[in-house]
Protein backbone atom coordinates (compact mmCIF):
# COMPACT_ATOMS: atom_id res chain seq x y z
CA UNK A 1 0.00 0.00 0.00
CA UNK A 2 0.95 3.80 -0.82
CA UNK A 3 0.04 6.77 0.36
CA UNK A 4 -0.16 10.18 -1.12
CA UNK A 5 -2.46 13.03 0.78
CA UNK A 6 -3.29 16.14 -0.44
CA UNK A 7 -5.73 19.15 -0.41
CA UNK A 8 -3.95 21.17 2.52
CA UNK A 9 -4.14 24.92 2.78
CA UNK A 10 -4.81 27.84 4.53
CA UNK A 11 -8.22 28.68 5.57
CA UNK A 12 -10.02 31.57 7.74
CA UNK A 13 -11.80 30.19 11.27
CA UNK A 14 -15.62 28.57 10.49
CA UNK A 15 -14.56 27.52 6.57
CA UNK A 16 -13.60 24.12 5.02
CA UNK A 17 -11.34 21.88 3.52
CA UNK A 18 -11.32 18.53 1.98
CA UNK A 19 -8.18 16.41 2.40
CA UNK A 20 -7.93 13.60 -0.22
CA UNK A 21 -5.50 10.86 0.31
CA UNK A 22 -4.88 8.56 -2.56
CA UNK A 23 -4.38 4.63 -1.88
CA UNK A 24 -2.28 2.34 -4.21
CA UNK A 25 -4.30 -0.40 -5.65
CA UNK A 26 -4.65 -3.73 -4.73
CA UNK A 27 -5.12 -2.78 -0.78
CA UNK A 28 -6.25 -5.90 0.82
CA UNK A 29 -9.25 -6.01 2.22
CA UNK A 30 -9.00 -5.67 6.01
CA UNK A 31 -7.10 -2.77 5.62
CA UNK A 32 -7.98 0.70 7.39
CA UNK A 33 -7.15 3.91 6.16
CA UNK A 34 -6.57 6.78 8.97
CA UNK A 35 -5.73 10.51 9.10
CA UNK A 36 -4.09 11.70 12.27
CA UNK A 37 -2.38 14.82 12.56
CA UNK A 38 0.86 16.75 14.35
CA UNK A 39 0.51 20.35 15.58
CA UNK A 40 4.30 22.22 16.35
CA UNK A 41 4.89 20.51 20.19
CA UNK A 42 2.61 18.35 20.29
CA UNK A 43 2.05 14.33 20.22
CA UNK A 44 0.45 12.61 17.07
CA UNK A 45 -3.47 12.52 17.26
CA UNK A 46 -6.13 10.48 16.03
CA UNK A 47 -8.60 12.07 13.85
CA UNK A 48 -10.67 9.51 11.60
CA UNK A 49 -10.34 6.38 10.35
CA UNK A 50 -12.14 4.14 8.06
CA UNK A 51 -12.60 0.25 6.86
CA UNK A 52 -11.38 0.17 3.58
CA UNK A 53 -13.24 -2.58 2.20
CA UNK A 54 -16.44 -3.00 5.05
CA UNK A 55 -18.48 -0.77 6.33
CA UNK A 56 -17.27 0.87 9.88
CA UNK A 57 -15.84 3.97 10.48
CA UNK A 58 -14.59 6.52 13.70
CA UNK A 59 -13.96 9.35 14.53
CA UNK A 60 -11.84 11.25 17.28
CA UNK A 61 -13.64 13.40 20.20
CA UNK A 62 -12.01 16.47 19.25
CA UNK A 63 -13.34 16.63 15.68
CA UNK A 64 -16.86 14.62 16.04
CA UNK A 65 -19.68 16.66 14.20
CA UNK A 66 -17.35 18.46 12.41
CA UNK A 67 -14.88 16.18 10.65
CA UNK A 68 -16.28 13.23 7.68
CA UNK A 69 -14.13 10.50 7.02
CA UNK A 70 -15.00 8.78 3.22
CA UNK A 71 -14.22 6.76 0.80
CA UNK A 72 -14.33 5.86 -2.89
CA UNK A 73 -12.96 2.41 -3.43
CA UNK A 74 -13.56 2.73 -7.36
CA UNK A 75 -11.21 5.59 -7.35
CA UNK A 76 -8.53 4.63 -5.08
CA UNK A 77 -9.23 7.51 -2.66
CA UNK A 78 -9.84 8.56 0.94
CA UNK A 79 -11.50 11.61 1.87
CA UNK A 80 -11.34 13.61 5.17
CA UNK A 81 -14.22 16.69 4.91
CA UNK A 82 -13.41 19.10 7.39
CA UNK A 83 -16.22 21.82 8.16
CA UNK A 84 -16.29 24.72 11.09
CA UNK A 85 -12.39 24.54 10.91
CA UNK A 86 -10.75 26.52 14.22
CA UNK A 87 -7.36 27.70 14.91
CA UNK A 88 -6.48 24.48 16.85
CA UNK A 89 -7.42 22.34 14.00
CA UNK A 90 -4.03 23.82 12.69
CA UNK A 91 -1.18 20.88 11.53
CA UNK A 92 0.29 18.70 9.19
CA UNK A 93 -2.37 15.80 8.23
CA UNK A 94 -1.34 12.59 7.72
CA UNK A 95 -2.86 9.76 5.66
CA UNK A 96 -1.76 5.95 7.18
CA UNK A 97 -2.99 2.63 6.64
CA UNK A 98 -3.00 -0.24 8.89
CA UNK A 99 -4.10 -4.20 8.52
CA UNK A 100 -6.56 -4.97 10.95
CA UNK A 101 -8.21 -7.81 9.64
CA UNK A 102 -11.92 -8.54 11.06
CA UNK A 103 -10.73 -6.62 14.20
CA UNK A 104 -11.76 -3.06 15.62
CA UNK A 105 -10.80 0.23 14.34
CA UNK A 106 -8.00 1.25 16.54
CA UNK A 107 -7.21 4.91 17.14
CA UNK A 108 -3.59 3.90 18.26
CA UNK A 109 -0.96 5.23 15.75
CA UNK A 110 1.18 2.19 16.45
CA UNK A 111 -1.37 0.00 14.23
CA UNK A 112 -0.76 2.17 11.55
CA UNK A 113 2.37 0.50 9.63
CA UNK A 114 2.15 2.85 6.52
CA UNK A 115 2.34 6.74 6.37
CA UNK A 116 1.99 9.00 3.56
CA UNK A 117 3.41 12.42 3.48
CA UNK A 118 1.96 14.89 5.34
CA UNK A 119 -0.32 17.84 3.81
CA UNK A 120 -0.45 21.08 6.10
CA UNK A 121 -3.23 22.80 7.65
CA UNK A 122 -3.92 26.10 8.97
CA UNK A 123 -6.39 27.55 10.05
CA UNK A 124 -6.23 31.42 11.16
CA UNK A 125 -8.55 33.28 13.25
Known amino acids: VQLQASGGGLVQAGGSLKLSCSVS????????LGWFRQAPGKEREFVAAIRWSRPGTRTGDSVKGRFTISRDNAKNMVYLQMNNLKPEDTAVYYC???????????????????WGRGTQVTVSS
Open 25 to 32: EHTASGYV
Open 96 to 114: AAGYRGLASIDLNQNSYTI
